[in-house]
């Protein structure tokens, strides 16, 4: 899909707020539509006028003027795209109008992204793909002063949704072709040519580190499992760090607390933490962003054997910290309780963000909808905030009273991996903040929003690629 500034296109979009009186273009059409009830200008209503003698326009509805923002426009444009396929449209016209309370730039960068979306499907094994994307040209006829801004603004969206797509791709993969090693080498293969250092360290490198507790979750896997450590020095003249740690499950079953059948047909998915970093990653890295990231994936399989780790277990860890394992299918929080140590004593990162589809209590809580996040600092985490709203990515801030901490102190070893069934995402946080030695961090626990039964909006059914834009505009400083 190529972008141009200007006038032109087979199919014109014309934008429609919800009862708008007249449009500026087909209102006799509108008006017709209107009186029948067959379109108001709800937000994604689309009615596409195709034919000989029809004005070729596409009436896309906005919703209520009050209402409209960043996220209204990428879902009207996810709709426009659809339907623009639908019809096998090769190129189409928008005028941008400057609309009120809303930056140009970011109006440009929303509409962008909503036709893009439109395009994306997971395919890969379907003998006959559903989704053939068709529009090859987009213009934007747009104010005359921001011509600039606009060209940057396109450059940006389309290398963010470079990151979003390869993200869902990782996640979306199965687990019988995306293992540690598979994983680390898509990683090398998709950053290092951006000028990332990606170091891979398999189980002997992982061993020497100490990393304990990211071994014992490893050890019921013939797969090797892989740390992995993606340098992007895009200041070098300061030293700030900022370290995106993700949760590399490439498949868990659960291990000796073995999950049900019927919940496990999509824990392929449980590397939707690893897939939003590496994306994230690719995002920074093409955008030439001018700051220091480091992200890091502990990568491995949950699996049972012979010499699998157990419940009543009580294992080591990088920091020092024993883990007593109440249940064996709480083993993101210990693959990451190593990870975390790493980013603030190895790294020694100034900053730290966790992404992991941790605790099925998040989706009770929170459904598909909402991440939920826990931290030890108020200023990181409004920042975090600010950038998931413009993101169109709602994260909510869970409550980490002192109270909770008790639940997960141990009896026979430091720490438990569960504090039993209440309160069990803020537990789980509270757990991985045992290893963050007081750097500033934020956890984020997408278990609900990585991965979906159903679309929603512009999201796919499948893997979502949540918080590639969070973790993005986060870095960027915006």
């Known amino acids: 899909m190529e972008f141009i500034l200007g006038q032109g296109g087979n199919i014109e979009i014309v934008f429609v707020k919800k009862d708008s009186e007249n449009i500026e273009k087909g209102n006799e059409l509108y008006s017709f539509l209107k009186e029948r009830e067959l379109f108001e200008g709800k937000l994604g209503e689309v009615y596409l006028d195709l034919s000989p003698k029809g004005e070729n326009i596409l009436l896309l509805g906005l919703g209520e003027e009050e209402k409209l923002d960043f996220d209204s426009l990428r879902k009207a444009f996810h709709k426009a795209g659809k339907e623009l396929m639908k019809s096998k449209v090769k190129s189409v016209g928008v005028k941008v109008p400057k609309f009120k309370d809303l930056c140009y730039k970011k109006t440009i960068s929303s509409i ?25 040209k987009v213009y934007f006829d747009v104010l005359e002063d921001k011509e600039d801004k606009v060209l940057d603004s396109i450059e940006e969206t389309k290398n963010l949704m470079d990151g979003i797509f390869l993200a869902r791709d990782l996640v979306n993969e199965r687990a019988m072709n995306m293992y540690p090693e598979i994983l680390a080498n898509v990683s090398k293969e998709n950053l290092e040519n951006l000028g990332v250092t990606v170091d891979i360290f398999g189980r002997k490198e992982i061993e020497d580190m100490n990393m304990e507790a990211f071994l014992a979750v490893a050890e019921g896997s013939s797969k090797e499992p892989k740390f992995i450590v993606m340098n992007y020095n895009g200041d070098p003249e300061s030293e700030e760090k900022i370290a995106l740690v993700g949760k590399g499950l490439t498949y868990d079953s659960g291990g000796y607390s073995l999950k049900p059948s019927t919940s496990m047909d999509t824990m392929f998915s449980d590397m939707g933490g690893a897939g939003t970093v590496v994306g994230a990653m690719k995002a920074i890295a093409k955008s030439k962003l001018k700051k220091n990231v480091i992200g ?9 054997s012979g010499g699998a780790y157990k419940p009543g277990d009580i294992i080591g860890s990088m920091s020092g910290k024993t883990i007593e394992v109440l249940n064996t299918d709480a083993e993101g929080r210990l693959t990451l ?5 790493y980013a603030a004593t190895v790294v020694k990162a100034d900053k730290i963000i966790d992404l992991a589809t941790l605790t099925g209590a998040c989706i009770v809580a929170l459904g598909d909808t909402v991440t939920a996040a826990i931290t ?18 709602p994260v909510w801030q869970l409550p980490s009273h002192p109270n909770f901490k008790k639940l997960i102190k141990g009896d026979f070893g430091d720490l438990k991996n569960t504090g039993g069934r209440g309160a069990g995402t803020i537990t789980a946080g509270l757990f991985l903040e045992e290893f963050v030695n007081e750097v500033p961090w934020v956890h984020l626990d997408i278990a609900g929003t990585a991965y979906l039964g159903k679309p929603n909006g512009y999201l ?13 505009h986060l870095v960027k400083g915006e």
Do not use: R
């Open 296 to 304: 890091i994936v502990a990568a491995c399989e949950n699996l049972i």
């Open 337 to 341: 309780a190593d990870a975390l140590w």
């Open 460 to 472: 796919p059914k499948g893997a979502t690629g949540v918080h590639v834009k969070t973790l993005y």
């Open 376 to 393: 030890n600092d108020d200023e990181l985490m409004n920042d975090v905030k600010e950038a998931s709203e413009f993101s169109g990515e």
């Open 112 to 136: 962008t992204e909503g036709l893009i979306q439109s395009e994306y499907a997971f395919e890969k094994y379907l003998t006959e793909k559903k989704t053939n994307p068709s529009l090859e």
